[in-house]
C-alpha cells in the first residue's frame, strides 16, 4: 500500500486525489492547497486530512509519496520541499515557471536520489504506447517527421495564466515530450509563432492561444505542432509519425461509435469532450508506474529530466515568437 499526500485540490490535484482513493492498493493521507476550503472539499470527499500547508504531510513519514499538482509558479518550491524531505515525488508538468528554476529542481533531486517521475501520463496512453511500440519495432523505417495537433474544447481564463506558464509551457509539454520519444532523437533548435485568435484578453498576460512550432532534432527529423485553446467541437488531439517507410497515426478519439446515415449526410457522435476524459486510463497507470518505482521496482515512466528537455523547447519557444527567429538550444537536460 502506497501512501500519498496531493499538493494542490485544483483539476489535475482533483483528478489524481480521487484515482487515488479509488485504487486498492493506494491511499490519499493528505489533500493539500493554499486556499484551505478547497482542500477541506477534497479531503471530505477522499477520506484524508486536509492543510493549508505541506509542512506537515511532508514530516510525516507514513507519508510515502507526493503529487505536486499545485499552480505552475508553485511547482519549484513544492518540488524543492519534497528533495529535501526526500519524500518521492510526481510533478505536473511544467517543472517550474522558468528554465533556471526547472534546473534547480532537477539537481536538487539528483542530489538526493529521491524517486522523482514528471507527469508526462500521455506516455501510458495505450494508443500512444502503441505507436511507439510499433516505430521502434521497425514499421515505418526511420522517422522523418512527426505532426501533433492540439486543439482544447475550450480557453482558460485568463486571469489563470501567471499560475500555469502559459500555453507553450503547460500544454506544449505533453507533446514536445512525445515528439522525441517518437523520433528517439535530441532537439536542437526551435521555431514558434502565434497570437490571440481566440481570447484577445490571454495577450494582457502574456500568452497565445493559436500557435505553430518546428522542431528539428538531431536525426534531422522535424516536428511540426499545432496548437488551439478553442474548438467546440471537443478535445481535438492528432499525432501522425511518418517514416521512410511509412506512417502511422493516433488521436481524435470518438466519443461513440453511431451514425446517422440519412440523405446525403453522415452524423456521428463526434469526439471526446476533453483531455481528462481521453487521457483517464493513463492518470491511473501513472500512478500504478510510480508506486512500483517507490517500491524499488521498476523505473519512473517519464523522469524530470525529460521534463527538462520538454521545457527548455517551451523556454525557446516563447523566445522565438518574441524575435521572429529560430532559436538554438541549450542542452541543459
Known amino acids: 500500500m502506497t501512501r500519498f499526500a496531493v499538493i494542490g485540490a485544483g483539476t489535475i490535484g482533483t483528478v ?17 492547497d493554499q486556499h484551505f ?30 503529487i505536486v499538482a499545485s499552480s505552475t509558479s508553485s511547482h519549484e518550491e513544492h518540488v524543492l520541499a519534497c528533495a529535501r524531505a526526500r519524500k518521492p515525488f510526481i510533478c505536473e508538468k511544467p517543472v517550474s515557471d522558468n528554465l533556471p528554476g526547472a534546473v534547480a529542481c532537477v539537481e536538487a533531486a539528483a542530489r538526493t536520489g529521491v524517486v522523482a517521475a514528471m507527469g508526462l501520463n500521455r506516455r501510458l496512453d495505450a494508443d500512444m504506447r502503441e505507436l511507439s511500440k510499433r516505430i521502434r519495432g521497425g514499421e515505418i523505417g526511420a522517422v522523418e517527421s512527426v505532426h501533433v495537433v492540439s486543439r482544447s474544447a475550450s480557453p482558460p481564463a485568463p486571469e489563470s495564466v501567471p499560475f500555469s506558464g502559459g500555453m ?41 492561444d493559436t500557435a505553430a512550432l518546428v522542431v528539428r532534432f538531431e536525426s534531422g527529423a522535424l516536428a511540426t505542432f499545432q496548437f488551439g485553446r478553442r474548438t467546440a467541437y471537443g478535445q481535438d488531439e492528432l499525432v501522425e509519425v511518418f517514416g521512410a517507410e511509412g506512417m502511422l497515426t493516433a488521436g481524435r478519439k470518438r466519443a461513440g461509435t453511431v451514425e446517422h446515415f440519412r440523405g446525403p449526410g453522415v452524423t456521428g457522435s463526434g469526439i471526446v469532450a476533453d483531455t481528462y476524459s481521453q487521457f483517464a486510463a493513463s492518470y491511473v497507470a501513472e500512478l500504478e508506474v510510480f508506486a512500483r518505482a517507490v517500491a524499488g521496482e521498476g523505473p519512473v515512466h517519464a523522469t524530470l529530466a525529460d521534463g527538462l528537455r520538454a521545457q527548455a523547447i517551451a523556454e525557446a519557444a516563447l523566445l522565438s515568437m518574441d524575435e521572429g527567429r529560430a532559436i538554438s538550444l541549450e542542452r541543459v537536460w
Open 16 to 32: 489524481h486525489a480521487r484515482n487515488i482513493s479509488a485504487h486498492p492498493d493506494l491511499t490519499l493521507l493528505y489533500a493539500i
Open 37 to 66: 476550503d478547497r482542500a477541506a472539499r477534497l479531503a471530505a470527499e477522499t477520506g484524508a486530512i486536509a492543510d493549508s500547508s505541506p509542512v506537515a504531510a511532508l514530516g510525516d513519514s507514513r507519508v510515502d509519496a507526493v
Open 168 to 208: 507553450l509551457r503547460e500544454k506544449g509539454a505533453h507533446f514536445y515530450d512525445l515528439a522525441g520519444w517518437f523520433a528517439d532523437s535530441e532537439p536542437v533548435e526551435v521555431y514558434a509563432t502565434g497570437g490571440c485568435l481566440i481570447d484577445p484578453r490571454l495577450g494582457d498576460f502574456g500568452d497565445v
